[in-house]
């Protein structure tokens, strides 16, 4: 996938931060000459933004959305409603890059090692003493982080904001809430295409 959808995440936050009109994707494609490889018209996808390598937001969905719409939504819903950052500013622009992940073939997994580090994204659902948990990874993440399979569903369980297990216990909890079905546990592929800012006005000026 080329770098159409990550171009174009940059020309929703620009706009929102400058108050000005935002192109359409088509027209975002035409002024640069870029051209995003097929992908499906609706799909579940997240949007990532990150200043000078380090995250700076990750939201997204897991609904079936116009691909194009939920680009712009979900860049200026991860550059200003992550709760775990303050929102992006202008100033920001020169620092930063966005990856877009599109998500697809979701399989409900019972054995919590049937999935590949690198390949799969995972999301977990389970409740616990009557406390509902949920959380995800999208596929890179473990990658990027070098972490085992182990260490992955560990991270995946304090992401879910649930911290009563060691990694030691972690496979035989995964395991025996899935068996006493509390858990949910699903792997998903993640079609992921990024740009930096300086990309982004580099297409703009014709120098992709």
Not at 65 to 77: C, F, G, N, P, R
Not at 164 to 183: P, R, V
Not at 184 to 199: F, P
Request: with cysteine; hydrophobic share 40%; glycine share 6%.
């Amino acid at each position: 996938m080329s770098k159409s959808l990550a171009l174009f995440a940059f020309e929703s936050l620009i706009s929102e931060l400058e108050s000005s009109n935002r192109s359409t994707l088509a027209a975002l494609e035409a002024r640069t000459c870029s051209k995003t490889a097929e992908y499906p018209q609706k799909a579940p996808l997240f949007v990532t933004w990150n200043k000078n390598g380090d995250l700076r937001g990750c939201i997204g969905t897991f609904s079936n959305m116009v691909v194009e719409e939920a680009v712009a939504q979900y860049a200026l819903i991860s550059a200003f409603e992550d709760t775990r950052f303050t929102p992006i500013l202008e100033s920001e622009l020169p620092s930063l890059s966005v990856s877009i992940t599109l998500l697809d073939n979701f399989v409900e997994i019972k054995n919590p090692k049937d999935w590949i580090v690198g390949k799969h994204g995972l999301k977990v659902s389970f409740t616990h003493e009557g406390r509902a948990y949920s959380g995800t990874f999208l596929p890179s993440v473990a990658e990027e982080q070098e972490w085992t399979p182990i260490e992955t569903l560990w991270n995946l369980l304090r992401k879910a904001g649930f911290k009563g297990i060691t990694t030691k216990g972690t496979l035989a909890f995964y395991k025996a809430s899935i068996a006493a079905s509390s858990m949910k546990l699903v792997r998903y592929d993640g079609l992921k295409c990024g740009a930096t800012y300086q990309e982004y006005l580099d297409a703009l000026d014709g120098k992709h």
